[in-house]
């Protein structure tokens, strides 16, 4: 489904020097695979979502979905052909109602109850959610429920994620664990991207990925590669260990 071929990123520095963010990565995404991205902070996740979703251009390699060579293409363009992104702190609308942005992420008219049912399955009571507007008064674990939704009613083909877990609650981790869980049930000739370092993202994972320092150092399946980044440590020793 996703293949990216020597993909490399580098930005220029005050000093005038080039910083190579992301070198010579490859990596292919299957469909009808649930991947998690992981690795230590710094170490070119977020820079590789962008490149992914078009927000950011390779400086050099290839990217393709689908078969399509889609390098050159925006974030507009890639999503016209079945990807969607979700940010690390969702968009507020002041104005736009869950419904209005349920609508307007579907590509034909649907009734209130089917965009109700995309709520539900976020795990939502549909008939508190679908009036509400989309401003300060939701959290960010509501809002990211909700751009979950928006995904799902999109239909996409590849479902991106940067750090779902940043900026919410450990209430609303929990919630948002079962609704990957849900998404990976549902998932059919789809895919689903996960940047995160939170074991319980990587445990649901099919396949895990390990990129330290630019480039990627492990690939393999979860039940491979997440006793290799656990050892005998908790998973908050395995944060810390990324994190440092």
Known sequence: MLELKHISFS???ETGQQKKILKDIN????????VVITGPNGGGKSTLAKIIMGIEKPSQGTILFKGQDITNLDIHERAKLGMGFAFQQPVRFKGLTVRDLLHLSTS?????????QYLTEVGLNASNYINREINASLSGGEL???????????GVDLSLFDEPEAGIDLWSFQNLIQ??????EKTKDGSILIISHQERILDIADEIVVISAGQIINHGPKDE????????????????????
Do not use: H, Y
Request: with cysteine.
């Open 108 to 116: 034909k008219q649907k009734s209130d109850q089917e965009l109700s």
């Open 179 to 184: 609704v990957f869980e849900r998404m990976q």
């Open 225 to 244: 590669i997440l006793p290799q980044l656990l050892g005998t440590s908790s998973a908050v020793n395995m944060c810390d260990k990324f994190n440092k």
């Open 27 to 34: 990596l292919t995404i299957d469909t009808d695979t649930f």
């Open 144 to 154: 990211k429920r909700i751009e979950i939704a928006m995904l799902m009613a999109r």
């Open 11 to 13: 930005v220029m520095e």
